[in-house]
């Protein structure tokens, strides 16, 4: 069985408060692009991990991989063989763990099914995962867990996701944070609510990682009508009208920083 591990992306992310438990008070919109990772898996004796793809080296213990440990919270009856393709960088703004993870609770459910307390063992394993189970759009409070639906008018979406490949942890970005409260998320459709809101994130994590700055200008330079980073950073999205106002910023951004990574894909 195979399934993709979906990017996900924080239309807007509201800092509130920082808690008496050291975590963060959040408001969240997280949205997901139909590309990503990709996680393969087969019936095997023991559960056995490998990985490949272009950022499988950044990841050094496999055993400590959050796909393992997503894979051992569950109760299975087999052995699984699983192969990650990691196609997303690491340490990037786009739950790429947290995403794997959320693909191995799917493959399980669609073999086994999940128990009931999965979103509290997703929880246990990071504030983005119980997200990324179903990853479709939908709104995060407390540190990310406590999910709300939301209507969707962004489904299909064209998005343009860069990265200046360098790794940005979140643990800094967030101490990094000022501490003042902007304000709660803002209501409406997503659209609305992605063009009215914030990622009170982005100061921080500039101030860390200058060059998101630099993908920011890039990416507000295209025909996007919005452009904004993802999570802690250091990747940034753009959303267009069109495929190929997308296409046309993804080739002119490839020609002016090679370098740069970039992933296209639509909003599920």
């Given at each position: 069985?195979?399934?993709?591990?979906?990017?996900?992306?924080?239309?807007?992310?509201?800092?509130?408060?920082?808690?008496?438990?050291?975590?963060?008070?959040?408001?969240?919109?997280?949205?997901?692009?139909?590309?990503?990772?990709?996680?393969?898996?087969?019936?095997?004796?023991?559960?056995?991990?490998?990985?490949?793809?272009?950022?499988s080296?950044?990841?050094?213990?496999?055993?400590?991989?959050?796909?393992?440990?997503?894979?051992?919270?569950?109760?299975?009856?087999?052995?699984?063989?699983v192969?990650?393709?990691?196609?997303?960088?690491?340490?990037?703004?786009?739950?790429?763990?947290?995403?794997?993870?959320?693909?191995?609770?799917?493959?399980?459910?669609?073999?086994?099914?999940l128990?009931?307390?999965?979103?509290?063992?997703?929880?246990?394993?990071?504030a983005?995962?119980?997200?990324?189970?179903?990853?479709v759009?939908?709104?995060?409070?407390?540190?990310?867990?406590?999910?709300?639906?939301v209507?969707?008018?962004?489904?299909?979406?064209?998005?343009?996701?860069?990265?200046?490949?360098?790794?940005?942890?979140t643990?800094?970005?967030?101490?990094?944070?000022?501490?003042?409260?902007?304000?709660?998320?803002p209501?409406?459709?997503?659209?609305?609510?992605?063009?009215?809101?914030r990622?009170d994130?982005?100061?921080?994590?500039i101030?860390?990682?200058?060059?998101?700055?630099?993908?920011?200008?890039?990416?507000?330079?295209?025909?996007?009508?919005?452009?904004?980073?993802?999570g802690?950073?250091?990747?940034?999205?753009?959303?267009?009208?069109?495929?190929?106002?997308?296409?046309?910023?993804?080739?002119?951004?490839?020609?002016?920083?090679?370098?740069?990574?970039q992933?296209?894909?639509?909003?599920r």
């Amino acid at each position: 069985m195979k399934e993709t591990a979906y990017a996900k992306i924080n239309l807007a992310l509201h800092v509130r408060r920082r808690r008496e438990d050291g975590y963060h008070e959040l408001e969240t919109v997280f949205a997901f692009v139909d590309a990503g990772d990709l996680v393969s898996v087969a019936p095997a004796e023991n559960d056995e991990f490998r990985m490949v793809g272009e950022f499988s080296s950044q990841l050094t213990d496999p055993f400590d991989n959050i796909v393992m440990k997503a894979l051992s919270t569950l109760p299975r009856s087999e052995g699984w063989a699983v192969t990650l393709e990691k196609n997303l960088p690491v340490a990037a703004g786009l739950g790429g763990g947290s995403a794997d993870a959320g693909a191995v609770f799917r493959l399980v459910e669609r073999e086994y099914g999940l128990p009931n307390d999965w979103h509290a063992r997703a929880a246990g394993l990071g504030a983005d995962v119980p997200a990324c189970v179903a990853s479709v759009a939908c709104v995060g409070r407390g540190t990310g867990t406590e999910l709300e639906p939301v209507a969707n008018d962004l489904a299909g979406t064209p998005v343009l996701l860069v990265n200046p490949r360098i790794p940005l942890s979140t643990g800094p970005v967030f101490k990094a944070w000022d501490a003042i409260d902007r304000g709660p998320l803002p209501t409406g459709d997503l659209r609305t609510v992605a063009l009215t809101g914030r990622n009170d994130l982005e100061t921080p994590a500039i101030s860390l990682c200058p060059v998101i700055a630099e993908v920011l200008d890039a990416l507000r330079g295209t025909p996007a009508w919005l452009a904004r980073m993802s999570g802690s950073g250091a990747t940034c999205f753009a959303l267009f009208d069109s495929d190929d106002a997308m296409a046309e910023a993804a080739s002119a951004l490839s020609a002016s920083h090679p370098d740069w990574w970039q992933l296209a894909g639509h909003l599920r």
